[in-house]
């Protein structure tokens, strides 16, 4: 199955994305407003529209049942940057007045609204926002579904390891946070392993990786890890298979669309690794809780779930279960979070004290015939390549 149907919503969120006010937000009247933070329009829009339609679909069964508070999901489009992030935030918690956040979706621009959210009292829950120095920020409303850039990184990096038996690696990323820090745990698995590792690192404004592909060709890996987004890890692809590059090329969960297969082209993209601290329920399921929850989510989207989509799910259903509980403030909802203890459609949720989920898991998935297919977790696949 390729992870195509969240790209086909764009069009339609674009018409109504960004911050809008809410009719009766806050605490009083009959709705309760929840914001969405995150790059619903920008050129990486396809990881976070799929977690913005599993939190809708949750919240329109939740007010389905007609609630005495019903809840309103207001979009903050930042795009990708931090600027626009820590724009919104003030406005969600003043004009909106928000109870609570999903989002924001990415590192950067968490990092320069968290605080916002914090100081505002009101809590947060990314789908997938995985830098590690997230949690420690000291921030008390903060929390986070799912592993960090140093799970991941690492336990892609093993993979490749345990996969390929290397003698020599090369680590890839951009200039973003999110893609410098993944880069950083995959190289230093590498090198705990005793692998000959270089490293370079593109301008992901760039279109022409020559230069990194030149380097590339003259190190000779057996593998590569990309840390980045697919937006131009699909570019880098193609050019280093264009270059002669065959070595087996892996990714987290930044590349994790189809449309690195689109750009990269599905020969030069074959047996491509990506890894995430997501699961995607591609194919037939049998757990009744996911058959639901995947024919639900394609009823009212016209798609498949795609990444992240169980993770915005799940975040929006803590919310509910809070406000279910008669928690109606950002403190009160925050309180509730500190023993929710839940098995959602993605995983177990619960948190520790510093906003990290109590456990967590890397799944890896492989584009296979010119589709993004799943293998298994991290410590149990079998890449091919």
């Known amino acids: ?33 929840i914001g969405f933070m995150g790059d619903l329009t920008g050129p990486d829009s396809a990881i976070v529209i799929p977690p913005f339609n599993g939190a809708q679909l949750a919240i329109d069964q939740y007010n389905a049942t007609n609630p005495k508070k019903k809840v309103k999901l207001i979009r903050y489009d930042t795009q990708g940057k931090e600027n626009q992030a820590a724009a919104l935030a003030p406005k969600a918690i003043k004009d909106d007045k928000i109870v609570a956040m999903i989002g924001p979706a990415f590192s950067g621009e968490s990092k320069a609204a968290n605080g916002i959210l914090d100081k505002g009292k009101v809590p947060s829950i990314t789908p997938s926002a995985t830098n590690p120095d997230l949690s420690k920020a000291g921030h008390k409303f903060w929390h986070r579904l799912v592993a960090t850039d140093q799970a991941q990184g690492t336990g892609i990096a093993e993979a490749l390891i345990k996969a390929k038996s290397p003698k020599k690696a090369y680590v890839i990323n951009g200039k973003k946070a999110y893609s410098i820090g993944i880069g950083d745990f995959a190289f230093q698995a590498f090198k705990a392993k005793g692998i000959d590792t270089q490293r370079d690192q593109i301008d992901e404004t760039a279109s022409d990786f020559s230069s990194t592909v030149t380097k590339v060709v003259a190190a000779k890996p057996d593998v590569i890890f990309y840390g980045g987004y697919y937006s131009e890890g699909g570019k880098l692809l193609k050019q280093l298979r264009d270059g002669g590059v065959t070595a087996l090329f892996a990714s987290g969960d930044g590349s994790l669309d189809a449309k690195l297969v689109e750009a990269a082209g599905a020969k030069q993209a074959e047996n491509a690794l990506l890894g995430c601290p997501c699961f995607i329920p591609f194919g037939e399921q049998t757990d009744p809780t996911l058959v639901k929850f995947v024919s639900d989510y394609k009823a009212k989207v016209n798609a498949n779930p795609a990444i992240y989509s169980t993770e915005g799910y799940d975040a929006a259903t803590a919310f509910i279960a809070a406000i279910k509980g008669g928690n109606e403030t950002g403190e009160k909802i925050n309180d509730f979070l500190k023993t929710y203890d839940t098995k959602g459609v993605s995983k177990q949720v619960k948190w520790g004290p510093e906003g990290e989920l109590a456990e967590t898991t890397i799944h890896l998935y492989q584009v296979q015939d010119g589709a993004i297919k799943w293998l298994g977790k991290s410590d149990e696949a079998k890449p091919k390549g």
């Open 1 to 33: 199955m390729r992870v195509t149907g969240a790209v086909a919503m764009s069009a339609v969120l674009a018409l109504g994305a960004g911050a809008c006010g809410g009719d009766d937000g806050g605490s009083g009247g009959d709705t309760l407003n």
